[in-house]
């Protein structure tokens, strides 16, 4: 997955929220047009091609001054122009499962 693949895809509107994202940008006061303007203005930080569910990744972005985590892969493996993006989850690093928004820490 490129940043302007997903980008794009952002921009077109061609994406959904999962209802695990749905409840996490809610539980973590996260609108949707901060959420499009962090991927738009992020950057993939890890890959995970061999996901079970298909390619995801992880791309982080700020909110305001905030760095948020945003997990995304295709809700269809069908022709490009038909794919949708799928947002699988979004949330704030955190200590100590996160160092800082870039740097994995330990797991809890």
Request: charge should be negative; glycine fraction near 6%.
């Amino acid at each position: 997955m490129t940043i302007e693949k997903i980008r794009r895809k952002i921009r077109e509107g061609r994406y959904e929220f999962t209802a695990h994202a749905q409840q996490e940008r809610l539980e973590d006061d996260l609108d949707i047009a901060e959420i499009e303007a962090a991927i738009l203005d992020g950057e993939v930080i890890e890959e995970y091609p061999n996901d079970p569910r298909g390619p995801s990744c992880l791309v982080t972005g700020y909110v305001g001054t905030r760095p948020i985590h945003v997990v995304l892969g295709w809700a269809r493996q069908q022709a490009e122009l038909e794919q949708m993006l799928r947002v699988v989850t979004v949330y704030i690093p955190q200590p100590p499962k996160w160092k800082d928004h870039r740097t994995r820490g330990t797991k809890p």
